[in-house]
T-cell receptor
Framework: AQSVTQLGSHVSVSEGALVLLRCNYSSSVPPYLFWYVQYPNQGLQLLLKYTSAATLVKGINGFEAEFKKSETSFHLTKPSAHMSDAAEYFC??????????FGKGTHLIIQP | DTGVSQDPRHKITKRGQNVTFRCDPISEHNRLYWYRQTLGQGPEFLTYFQNEAQLEKSRLLSDRFSAERPKGSFSTLEIQRTEQGDSAMYLCASSLQGGLQETQYFGPGTRLLVL
């Protein structure tokens, strides 16, 4: 069974600082990995996905993630945080008939 | 492409009542998923349709939960004899069949409160 672990339920950074949200996966087969963002009272929006074509994946809003098989990680980064980045971020694995398996989420707080 | 829509957005009901939620997927998408999200948690997969066939339903939380997609377009999720523990956000997602790396697009969700 696949599982996803997000380290840190809350992350606080200053506006303009580096954003780093951590995700580790557990999978017995090559994983399909996703990052979604959820704003209050809204559904989930896809930020980016890993499809094995490249280990460094670029997404929307300046976010990117690097797949590291040796570390079973898929951490999300953004060089410079903006106030509008404040939201809940979810790492997910899987798909198809088994659905997506989500981590518990990381709440990103941006300090002015 | 108007996105995935869900109706209602909010539902308040009394314990023991039945509720039904509707999901309209993106028009050309043949796959449809239902998830439940409780406070402070990530979404939890419930069930999956490919066209009108429900190919995975073992993850539905109990026999009080059922889902249909009669014509392969919109879907409904019904909860019978609601309990306070059913209070959650119910999310629908759709995708176009294309392997495991296909993207699921989520609707805004229906927030259920059981009193």
């Amino acid at each position: 069974a696949q599982s996803v672990t997000q380290l840190g339920s809350h992350v606080s950074v200053s506006e303009g600082a580096l954003v780093l949200l951590r995700c580790n996966y557990s999978s017995s087969v090559p994983p399909y990995l996703f990052w979604y963002v959820q704003y209050p009272n809204q559904g989930l929006q896809l930020l980016l996905k890993y499809t094995s074509a490249a280990t460094l994946v670029k997404g929307i809003n300046g976010f990117e993630a690097e797949f590291k098989k040796s570390e079973t990680s898929f951490h999300l980064t953004k060089p410079s945080a903006h106030m509008s980045d404040a939201a809940e971020y979810f790492c997910a694995s899987g798909g198809g008939a088994d659905g997506l398996t989500f981590g518990k989420g990381t709440h990103l707080i941006i300090q002015p | 492409d108007t996105g995935v829509s869900q109706d209602p957005r909010h539902k308040i009901t009394k314990r023991g009542q039945n509720v039904t939620f509707r999901c309209d997927p993106i028009s050309e998408h043949n796959r449809l998923y239902w998830y439940r999200q409780t406070l402070g948690q990530g979404p939890e997969f419930l069930t999956y349709f490919q066209n009108e066939a429900q190919l995975e339903k073992s993850r539905l939380l109990s026999d009080r939960f059922s889902a249909e997609r009669p014509k392969g377009s919109f879907s409904t999720l019904e909860i019978q004899r609601t309990e306070q523990g059913d209070s959650a956000m119910y999310l629908c997602a759709s995708s176009l069949q294309g392997g495991l790396q296909e993207t699921q697009y989520f609707g805004p969700g229906t927030r259920l409160l059981v009193l």
